[in-house]
C-alpha cells in the first residue's frame, strides 16, 4: 500500500444463502479523489461499501486500511475510525433531537462527572449547522419534525462531524433538493483538498462524470472496470458505461415519444379548494389517461398535494374527491382505486420486515380473500405475475423486503399497486435510486398505464422527467402555482427553472 492509498479490498467475496452478491473483488482506494462506484441495483455496490463501514461482515477476502489490517465490528467503530457512510434511506433517531441525532454515539464528549451537558450539546450541533449554511434546522427540534430532505442533510452533517478520511455516499443525493445538492458536493469536494477521500454511489450519470475523478463500475457482483478522469471526459462516454453497466446497448429513449397531451373528458381525482399546511385553495381535475407533474424546489409543497391526494394529511379546508366520494384517510383512498409511491420508500411505502409476497398482497387482501381466509393458490399466482412484470431480482417471493436493493424495493412499491390494478397513482419521485435501466423499464410501464386509461399524479425534482413523462405541468413555488406548462417537444428545463427559484 503507498502512501496514497488509503483502503484497499482483496478478494471480497459476500455470499446471501446461495446467491452470490459479491464475486472476489478487488477494489482500492486513495486519498484526494471522488471515486464514483455504478452499477445497475444489485450489482454489489452497497453489498461492498458496507462491509468497508462495518455495517456487514464479508463472507471470505480481506481489507487493509491505512496499511493495516481492516476489519470493522460496526458501523459505530468504523466511524470512530474515520470510515463513515450515509446510507441510501432516512437513519435518523426518531423521538431524538437534531443535537442528538448528529452526535450519537458521541454525546460522551460533552459529559463532565458522568452528567451530559445537553446545552452545550446543542449549542455545538446549531454551529455546526450555521457552518454548513443550514439555515431552517433547529438542533433543540425533535427530529421527527423535519422533512425526508432536511434529515438526510441531518445524517450528512453527523458524517461531516467526525471528519471522515472516507466518506461512502450511497445515493443520498436522490433525496436531497436541488439547493441541499449544491451544498452537498461543496462539503465533499473540500473533503478532498483535504487529502480525505470519497466514495460516491449514485445511478445519475450527469452527477458522476460532473463530480468523479474515478469512476468503478460494478455488474451482478464483479467489478468491470475502471475509467479516470480523462477517460470519463471522452465523446461517448456515458454509452460506454451505461453497456460496461447492463452488458448491452441502452438508447437514450428513456422517456414517452409522443407529444400528445390528450386525455379522456373523464374525472378520476379531483381537488376542490385544497388547503393544506401552508397551501391554500388549490383546485386540480386530473383525468383517465392523463400524467400530471408537480414540480418545483423542495418544500414547494408538491408533497404535501400527493399526501393529501391519499388522505395522509388533515386539509384545513377543500376536500379530495373520487367518483363523488370524499378522500380523507388512506383506507378510504385505497377503497376508491387510489395508490401512492412515497418517496420515503423504507417508512411509509414499504413494510421492510415483511416478505415481498406480503407487501404485494397487502392492498388486495379483500380480492383474495374468501370467506375471510386468503386463497393461497390467488396469492401465489398474483405475486408471480408481479415478480415477472417487474423482474424483481429475489431467491423467491418469501424473501425479506430489507434484503433487496433500492431499486428491487422501488419494483416492490410499485408492483403493490397495479397487483391491486389502482386507477389513480400517485408517485412521488418514482424513480428515486434506480439504475438506468430500470429506470428506462419504469418511464415504458408509466406511459403503459396512460394507454390503459389510468390517472398519473406525478411529482418530482427531476425536470428531465417531469417533461419526459407529464402531459400536464404544474411548478409550485412558495406554497403556490406558480406557472403551468403542456406537453410539448420544445419543452425544456431552462423554460421552467425561473418559476421554480
Not at 48 to 60: E, F, N, P, V, W
Not at 297 to 306: H, Q
Request: charged share 25%; glycine share 8%.
Amino acid at each position: 500500500m503507498d502512501n496514497q492509498t488509503i483502503l484497499v479490498c482483496k478478494n471480497i467475496v459476500k455470499k446471501f444463502g446461495p446467491v452470490n452478491a459479491l464475486n472476489g473483488v478487488d477494489f482500492e482506494v486513495r486519498r484526494g479523489e471522488i471515486r464514483g462506484l455504478i452499477g445497475e441495483n444489485g450489482s454489489g455496490k452497497s453489498t461492498l461499501t458496507s462491509i468497508m463501514a462495518g455495517m456487514q461482515k464479508a463472507t471470505s477476502g480481506s481489507m487493509e486500511y491505512k496499511g493495516k489490517v481492516w476489519n470493522p465490528d460496526t458501523m459505530a467503530y468504523a466511524q470512530e475510525q474515520g470510515v463513515c457512510m450515509i446510507l441510501q434511506e432516512a437513519a435518523t433517531i426518531k423521538g431524538c433531537t437534531v443535537a442528538e441525532n448528529i452526535y450519537a454515539g458521541r454525546m460522551s464528549e460533552f459529559s463532565r462527572f458522568g452528567i451530559i451537558s445537553v446545552r452545550k450539546m446543542i449549542k455545538n450541533a446549531q454551529e455546526l449547522l450555521d457552518s454548513f449554511g443550514i439555515k431552517n434546522i433547529k438542533a433543540s427540534d425533535v427530529v421527527d419534525r423535519y422533512s425526508f430532505e432536511d434529515r438526510k442533510m441531518i445524517e450528512i452533517v453527523r458524517a461531516m462531524s467526525s471528519e471522515p478520511e472516507i466518506l461512502i455516499v450511497d445515493e443520498t443525493t436522490t433525496a436531497l433538493s436541488f439547493d441541499a445538492r449544491e451544498l452537498f458536493y461543496g462539503l465533499i469536494k473540500k473533503l478532498t483538498e483535504k487529502n480525505k477521500a470519497v466514495i460516491f454511489i449514485s445511478h445519475d450519470m450527469n452527477e458522476i462524470l460532473e463530480h468523479c475523478t474515478d469512476l468503478t463500475v460494478l455488474r451482478d457482483g464483479d467489478i468491470i472496470g475502471h475509467l479516470n478522469r480523462e477517460e470519463m471526459n471522452l465523446p461517448g462516454a456515458p454509452e460506454k458505461i451505461r453497456f460496461m453497466m447492463v452488458g448491452r446497448e441502452i438508447g437514450d429513449a428513456y422517456y414517452r415519444s409522443d407529444f400528445d397531451p390528450s386525455h379522456e373528458n373523464e374525472i378520476a381525482l379531483e381537488f376542490e379548494n385544497v388547503s393544506v399546511g401552508k397551501i391554500k385553495d388549490f383546485s386540480l381535475k386530473l383525468h383517465k389517461g392523463e400524467i400530471i407533474g408537480l414540480g418545483g424546489l423542495s418544500g414547494c409543497g408538491m408533497r404535501l398535494i400527493g399526501r393529501a391526494a391519499f388522505g395522509q394529511e388533515k386539509l384545513n379546508g377543500g376536500k379530495v374527491m373520487r367518483n363523488g366520494n370524499v378522500i380523507d384517510s388512506p383506507l378510504t383512498a385505497i377503497r376508491n382505486g387510489i395508490g401512492y409511491i412515497s418517496k420515503d420508500r423504507d417508512t411509509e411505502a414499504l413494510i421492510l420486515s415483511a416478505s415481498i409476497s406480503e407487501n404485494i398482497t397487502l392492498p388486495s387482501l379483500d380480492s383474495l380473500s374468501e370467506h375471510t381466509f386468503i386463497d393461497p393458490r390467488k396469492e401465489k399466482a398474483l405475486v408471480k405475475k408481479e415478480v415477472e412484470r417487474y423482474l424483481i431480482k429475489c431467491n423467491s417471493p418469501r424473501q425479506t423486503v430489507s434484503t433487496l436493493s433500492g431499486g428491487n424495493k422501488q419494483k416492490v412499491s410499485f408492483a403493490k399497486w397495479t397487483a391491486k390494478d389502482s386507477d389513480v397513482l400517485i408517485m412521488d419521485c418514482p424513480t428515486r435510486g434506480v439504475d438506468i435501466g430500470v429506470k428506462q423499464s419504469m418511464y415504458a410501464f408509466i406511459a403503459q398505464m396512460k394507454k390503459d386509461g389510468k390517472a398519473i399524479l406525478l411529482i418530482s425534482e427531476e425536470l428531465s422527467e417531469l417533461i419526459g413523462m407529464a402531459d400536464k405541468i404544474l411548478i409550485l413555488k412558495d406554497f403556490a402555482v406558480s406557472k403551468e406548462f403542456l406537453r410539448s417537444a420544445d419543452l425544456s428545463e431552462t423554460d421552467i427553472i425561473g418559476y421554480m427559484i
